[in-house]
């Protein structure tokens, strides 16, 4: 093993050029795989992200519409406590609608327990002006609203709910979630205000749930709607609701799959050619190599651990290659100032590229080392 | 002394069309230990006859034994051992690997023979440089010594397994007459400390007349067969 090795790096560095434009070749190659990958992987995250991210991935809602829910404690226990559930809240939501001196705006007020707020939404995080609800009586509101209003923080926002009752709330902050739906509609309070001002006793609107895989938000909703009165109360999931989204990314993915397969293939190509060729360069010292006693395995065998040997070379120069182009990507490529990507390596991407690559060096070694399994010494020798 | 080499009716065609018939029912046997010269004209056949002997070519008919082994039973692997372990060939067109330096050349049936080498061996080696007079090309790559050099370092790699016979075809073509007679005395001096046998190929008679015993091949048939 030790042996054809040796040879194999041997013959690699004695045409030094050779082995240099090879390696610069599939490096080539392998950093156009890695830079198309991670790029179209932190395309898809951020549009994910922006999509689902600050929002729950499964809701439960009444079935019937305008219905509150009661004894909603068990269901967020039961629910909290499957593997794939990252965080379980819940809110009171209704419309209502704002008084101004010329007319009214259409509001959704928003009661949202502590874990909703926070760790769902991220609303504490995206306060820019004033500070989080601190008593009941405060809401916070979206910034495209606290234009349209001009209420800035401080000010009473007199907040009529379809019945007719009206009740005059202190903004306490205001928040930019960058959803221009929800900057310019919500009004959120905590829990107990909007249940206050609704009527709606300890009853809710919906259960919302995030979990740790947005991909598997439907099976975890079906999971749940198993457990559920379903004439009663209704799960829905992202994937349900952003179905073309969804089909984009897909398309995107299969695209990005195509990418790398034919990269892969031309990779293994390149490799199983150019040792074909080496093959017949290196036929003399087979043969003597033959003559002396090395066996036909041996022989090959130099030929896999080259391809290997050039696939290590390269995906390690690709790759840095390809980060570095990713990273040039995330410097320059900066419409209005803002990076399009953030420069994220995805370890998993990254061992899969190196396996792939030196995998397929090593297979495509294998049709040259078929070739020199057929080499007879006699035919070397008598050659002179 | 016991045969190291027996060839029994060998023939040796190359499918043609023609067909050409280059050995003609040859017998053939060599003793251990005894220093052997094959002499003919080119063309003569007696390269097939060697590379037959060395197992690196098989008969078209006739059997061959190496150090007691029936050769055309035996398979790819099994005669690349047996020429691994016993045979030590000296081509007459050097054949080192130009990548690697003089001394992994010589070590290298060594190590195909699944070894690393021991301090014995490497002094086995150093000794050898020291005989054939080019220890001081010792770690130079192949690819960057004379032709002579080249010749006298695969005579060592021949030798680096203490193999029980060494084929020698036309070993001094690249040397000049003082290196080619002081090379046939080393050949004579290990063979008879090592008991090594030795058959080399040649057509200049002057340099079969050193060996013990001369046998002549013309047209694929042996003629003549002098024991000295």
Redesign the interface.
């Known amino acids: 093993m030790v042996?054809p090795l040796r040879?194999a790096a041997?013959?690699l560095?004695?045409g030094k050029a050779q082995t240099l434009l090879i390696v610069l070749g599939i490096s080539i190659a392998v950093s156009v795989q890695v830079f198309v990958g991670l790029l179209i992987d932190s395309l898809q995250e951020g549009l994910i992200e922006q999509t689902v991210g600050n929002s729950p991935q499964v809701t439960i809602r009444s079935s019937v519409e305008n219905v509150t829910i009661s004894r909603w404690e068990p269901i967020v226990s039961s629910v909290d406590s499957y593997n794939a559930t990252r965080y379980v809240g819940v809110a009171a939501t209704s419309n209502a609608f704002i008084s101004k001196s010329n007319g009214s705006v259409p509001v959704v007020v928003r009661g949202l327990d502590g874990v909703a707020m926070d760790s769902i939404y991220g609303l504490s995080r995206s306060i820019y002006a004033g500070d989080t609800i601190a008593s009941a009586g405060e809401v916070l509101i979206g910034r495209i609203l606290s234009d349209n209003l001009d209420v800035t923080v401080g000010d009473r926002l007199p907040v009529t709910t379809p019945a007719g009752t009206r009740v005059d709330y202190r903004v306490a902050g205001i928040f930019d979630l960058g959803v221009g739906a929800i900057d310019g509609s919500w009004v959120v309070t905590n829990l107990r205000t909007a249940q206050s001002l609704f009527g709606f006793g300890d009853r809710v609107t919906s259960i919302e749930i995030t979990v740790d895989d947005v991909f598997a938000a439907d099976a975890l909703a079906a999971d749940v709607s198993a457990l559920l009165d379903t004439d009663r109360l209704e799960v829905t999931n992202w994937k349900e609701e952003n179905a073309q989204l969804l089909n984009a990314l897909e398309s995107q993915s299969l695209s990005n799959n195509i990418i790398q397969a034919v990269i892969i293939l031309s990779v293994a190509v390149a490799i199983a050619s150019l040792l074909s060729i080496t093959v017949l360069q290196k036929r003399?010292?087979l043969?003597?190599?033959?003559?002396?006693?090395?066996?036909?395995?041996?022989a090959s065998l130099i030929f896999v651990y080259q391809g290997l040997l050039l696939g290590v070379a390269a995906s390690a120069v690709g790759i840095s290659l390809g980060l570095g182009l990713l990273y040039a990507f995330t410097q320059f490529a900066t419409p209005g100032g803002e990076s399009i990507i953030d420069f994220a390596v995805e370890p998993a991407f990254i061992l899969r590229t190196l396996i792939i690559v030196i995998s397929a060096s090593g297979i495509a070694g294998l049709i040259p080392a078929s070739r020199s399994l057929r080499l007879n010494?006699?035919d070397v020798?008598?050659e002179? | 002394m016991g045969q190291v080499i027996e060839l029994r009716h060998v023939d040796k065609v190359y499918k043609g069309p023609p067909d050409v018939q280059v050995l003609f029912s040859v017998d053939l046997a060599f003793e251990e230990g005894s220093f052997n010269s094959i002499v003919g004209e080119s063309g003569s056949g007696k390269s097939t006859l060697m590379?037959i002997i060395?197992t690196?070519?098989t008969p078209t008919d006739g059997e061959v034994f190496i150090a007691g082994q029936r050769t055309r039973r035996l398979g790819?692997?099994r005669l690349?051992?047996?020429?691994?372990?016993t045979i030590g060939?000296v081509?007459?067109?050097h054949?080192?690997?130009?990548?690697?330096s003089a001394i992994d050349n010589v070590l290298?049936?060594y190590?195909?023979?699944g070894k690393r080498p021991s301090s014995d061996v490497r002094e086995w080696a150093d000794e050898l440089f020291d005989i054939m007079g080019v220890s001081a090309v010792k770690r130079k790559p192949a690819s960057r010594m004379s032709g002579g050099q080249q010749q006298r370092v695969a005579i060592i790699?021949s030798l680096i397994n203490k193999p029980s016979i060494v084929l020698a075809d036309e070993p001094t073509g690249n040397l000049d007459s003082v290196n080619s007679a002081a090379t046939y005395e080393r050949f004579r001096d290990i063979n008879q400390r090592y008991g090594t046998t030795f058959v080399i190929v040649t057509h200049d008679r002057r340099i079969a007349e050193q060996t013990d015993r001369i046998v002549e091949i013309r047209d694929g048939r042996l003629v003549l067969d002098i024991n000295r």
């Open positions: 042996l040879i041997r013959f560095l004695s003399r010292q043969g003597i190599l033959k003559a002396m006693g090395i066996k036909d395995g041996s010494p006699i020798i008598r002179g | 590379n060395g690196l070519d790819r692997n690349a051992e047996l020429r691994n372990r060939f081509f007459q067109f054949y080192l690997l130009p990548e690697f290298m049936p190590v195909i023979g790699r």
